[in-house]
Each structure stands twice: as C-alpha cells, then as structure tokens.
C-alpha cells in the first residue's frame, strides 16, 4: 500500500487518530488508524527496548511514529490530535513505568501497555485470550475477564525454556561436551562445526559476545539434524516442545475463549507439540501494534466517559 | 611470615631468582623463591585476566611481583636479575599468546604457561599429574610425559557443568520453573525468596549484571536445601558431581601419576562423586604460583643447557 492510496482517505489533520506502537528489542513497529479502525500509515525503526535505552526506545517511537504519519499524507503536528497505545518491554521495572509515565510526549492521550498484552490483544482482535511466543525468547500470556497471567520470559540464561536463543545454546554445550567426549556422540558436533570453521574452546571465544538471536539463527541446524534421526537433537527439540505444550496447559487452566501460539518457533515447533495442544491453538488475527490500537481506543473511551 | 624473616635469607640483589605468578580473572598471586627453591616473598593483587583487560593483568602481575621483592626486602630493580614464570588463563588465543610474547618486560627470563598447566604442576610438586578445578567455572587437565590434555573450561554459559557457577544458575532456573508451577516444587524456591527478598521478573532483573561469581555465591545455599532432603537441589548437585566424576574418569584414562580435585567445590562436592572416583583422588600439595615457578625452573635450566 502507498501513501497516496492512504492519502484517498481525505482526513482533515484535526480528525481523531489511533497510533499503536509495538516496541522490541530490535524493532519498533508503528501503525496508524482512523476512529473507524481503517489503517491509514505503518512505520518500522530501530530498537526500542527501554530495558536497555531509555532514550533510544522514545526515538525509536517518535521515528517510527513520524513514519506513519508520513505515509498517511499527515504533518508530524497531527501527533496532537493522536491517540497513542504503547507496547513496551521492562513495565514490570518499577522505576521504568514510572520515567515513561512522566514523559512529556506530543500525544493527545497516551496508553501504555506490555508487550505481552498488545500481542494478545492482537492476536484475539482486541478480545480476551492467550498467547504464547516462542521466537527468541519464550512466554506465555493470558488475559481473561481483566485479569492478566504471565509465564516464563526469564530470557536465555535463566528460564526461555521453549525458545531459539535456549535451543541454539543447548547445542552448542552438547556439540562441546561430545568433543569432550564426555556427552553422547551427536552430528550438532560436525555441523556447528562446519557452520563456524572452528570448535572447542575457539568455539567459546567466537560465541563471546553473542547475543540471544545470533544463537537463535541456530535453529535450523538443530531442526535438521533431528530430521536426520540425530537423538541429541532430538531430545532438545522435544524439551522445548514439551516446554511449549506445559505452557500452554497452564495457560489453558484460566480458560482463554482463544490460544495462540506465535513468533519465529511457531512453525517449526506445532509438529513437535502434543496433539491435545495442537488442537487447542487458533492462529493469531493480528499483529502487537494493532493490538496497541485495540488497547489505547478501550483506554481513551473509559477516559472520555468518565470525564 | 613477615618480612624480617625473610631478610635473614640475607640476600644479595644479584643472586638468582625465580618469580610465580598465577594471574586469574580476581586476583593475582606471586611467589618469590630463591635458585634453592626457598620463599623469599609473595604477593597478592587485582584482576589478571587478559582476555578480559591485557593492561589491567600487566599492571596486577608488576603489582603483585613488587610486593614479592618488596617482602623479600629487595628493590625493584631485582627484577632484572628474576626469572619469572606467569600462568595465565586466555592462552590458546592466538593474538593474546602474541601480544604476551612481544611484552618488553623486566625480568631477566619470562616464561608463559596456562593457568591450569600451573596448577596442575603445583598440586603435583612439578611432576606429571592431573587436576580437576571445581570453582566458579570447572575443567579438568592432564599433563602426563609431555602430553597436556584439557577437557571442558567453557565457561557457564556454555559448559562448566561441574562448577558454582552453573549449580547457582540452575538454582535459580529451577526456582522460577517452581514458580510458574511448570516444574517441581522445591525448597530452592522459598530460599532464594528468603536469599534475594523478590522472586519471578524482579529477581530476574536483580540478577541482570550477576558474574558467574554472583551465581557460585549461591551453592551454599543448594547444599541446604540437598541436606533438607529437597529432591530439585540433589538432583542439581548429583548431575554436577556426575560431570567431575565423569572428568576424573576421562583423565584417567591418560594414566596420570597422580589426579587432584581443586577448587571451592572440591569439599563439599566429594562425598557426592563415585567412589572409584574418590579412591583416585590425591591432595594437591602446592599452589599454582608455585607450580609457575617450577615450569619456569625447568624451562630456564632448557634455555640455559642449550645455550
């Protein structure tokens, strides 16, 4: 779609608009939409993890912000006449809710939120519902009748039990501890190998400023030396899998009308899954920023009304 | 022993002597012997890690050297007249093994091993042997007719199966696994509750910057909780004493004089390990200083004979 498709939209710059930003920890994603729910303008910029930069994420909002705007033929002063629904990372910090709350932004109205619960609300278009993501990182979520259930997302030293970045490690310790020889033989060990041109403790070196997604790109390797009947990385997969299908019972217990399971291990992890789990995930409806706009539309009305 | 005592050596400043280091990621520690192999002096300083900061391990190994001289009641000067040997972890780097060699240093002879090479000498009293290091990290050595054999040192991301390191992380994985009711109960829960006064997202936030020292701080702790009989913390501390029993066995089969079990977890983890592993195992009879200045003895007398 291009900006001048949007432009057909003849908006007057005073009409009410709806902004949803989903920001991560690489990407910060924008989408802008009328009272009517039509989508007007999207925007993609960098990280916007306010975990890691404070500072960064509120540049990566406002550009990506802009960028929607942009696109929908809009002045960057129609921030004013802007609802804004934020999905963030690191709300449970309290002293980060509190910096964002204090933020000076050019917003007419500004709703935060987790990045947990836009994805949901994305997902089940803005009603209640489940998810559990299993990308990089892995959790799961679920909101239902206003009460709000988080598990996992520890990150990749401490919990991710279902994720990429917890798989492409455990391959690795597995391909060292076969070189060792003090783990069972297993072809991770050739391919790690013929993937980095190197093993063993210069192995350890050139993996020492990886991040969780450089060890998540791992995946395929592992998935492929399982469809190789290598047991090793077969027993991993199936970990993770099992991860996955306990998240998902837990979630199950609260009820959720929907169950959706999401990003980059979707796919490739469903077949591993059991099959009481498969039957119950429903695919997501829509991304996290819609999901923002679903959140900050509910927000301001309660707001309109009370006042 | 102060430094009167070792005055009474009663040394001239241009008799020969032979300086250890062992630079580790902590602390720095030197030995001053004279060609008698009596100690004239040591020394204790900062980090010595290269991999880490190459400047910052000169300046603790000139550091902890001065203190050795100083001890002995020598001036600084006398370095000219030392042969020095330096066990350094972050050898098998090539470009650090490079840089270290290219060191305009001030001593008369400099000779550069690897800190387990060191140890393994120390526990040994120079002769050939094994050792297996069970501290923060965990590895096991073998140096037997010239032959040096290293199994695992990757650190506790990667590997370190059998250390403190790995045994806190896996604590705390278990305890949010708890939490979240996705894995067993365990008494580890309540205690790293009772421990860092928070649980789930915010103890994970506490524990963002932990060092694997961080993390080895905890297994007191764990073998509590074994001793309560608590199956979660038995199950971690048996896998770890399986891994360093596993590494004793692989060593042996190098036939090493004689095999060692060194490092913080050394007592409490042996009356887990098996016990034909335990039979194996001898004291370590001196420390890794002391084993730099065997290897730098014995290296000298090569350089000196073949000149």
Request: with cysteine.
């Amino acid at each position: 779609v291009t900006s001048s498709t949007y432009r057909t939209a003849s908006l007057q710059e005073n009409t009410e608009l709806y902004l949803g930003i989903d920001g991560g920890g690489s990407k910060c994603r924008s989408q802008l939409r009328n009272a009517q729910c039509r989508i007007l303008g999207t925007g993609l910029s960098g990280p916007a993890n306010p975990v890691y930069s404070f500072t960064q994420a509120l540049e990566s909002i406002l550009d990506a912000t802009r960028q929607s705007l942009r696109e929908a033929g809009l002045s960057d002063e129609t921030m004013a006449n802007t609802v804004a629904g934020i999905a963030l990372a690191g709300l449970h910090i309290p002293q980060l809710a509190k910096t964002l709350s204090e933020w000076q932004h050019p917003f007419k109205a500004l709703y935060i939120t987790t990045d947990l619960h836009a994805a949901c609300l994305g997902a089940h278009q803005g009603r209640d519902g489940a998810v559990i993501i299993a990308g990089t990182g892995s959790c799961g979520y679920c909101s239902v009748n206003g009460q709000h259930i988080t598990l996992g997302g520890y990150g990749f030293l401490l919990g991710d039990q279902g994720s990429g970045a917890r798989l492409g490690i455990e391959a690795v310790r597995a391909a060292l501890l076969a070189l060792d020889e003090l783990g069972p033989q297993t072809l991770l060990l050739d391919i790690l190998r013929d993937h980095f041109q190197c093993e063993g403790m210069l192995l350890v070196e050139h993996l020492m400023n990886a991040k969780p997604r450089d060890y998540a790109s791992l995946t395929p390797l592992i998935f492929s030396a399982a469809e190789a009947k290598d047991a090793v990385a077969t027993a991993l997969i199936e970990s993770a899998a099992s991860y996955i299908s306990d998240l998902a019972m837990k979630l199950q217990q609260h009820k959720p009308p929907r169950l959706s399971l999401m990003g980059g291990l979707a796919v490739p992890l469903t077949p591993w899954l059991d099959q009481t789990v498969t039957d119950l995930l429903s695919p997501p409806l829509e991304n996290a920023e819609t999901g923002s706009i679903y959140f900050a539309m509910r927000e301001h009305k309660k707001n309109v009304t009370t006042a």
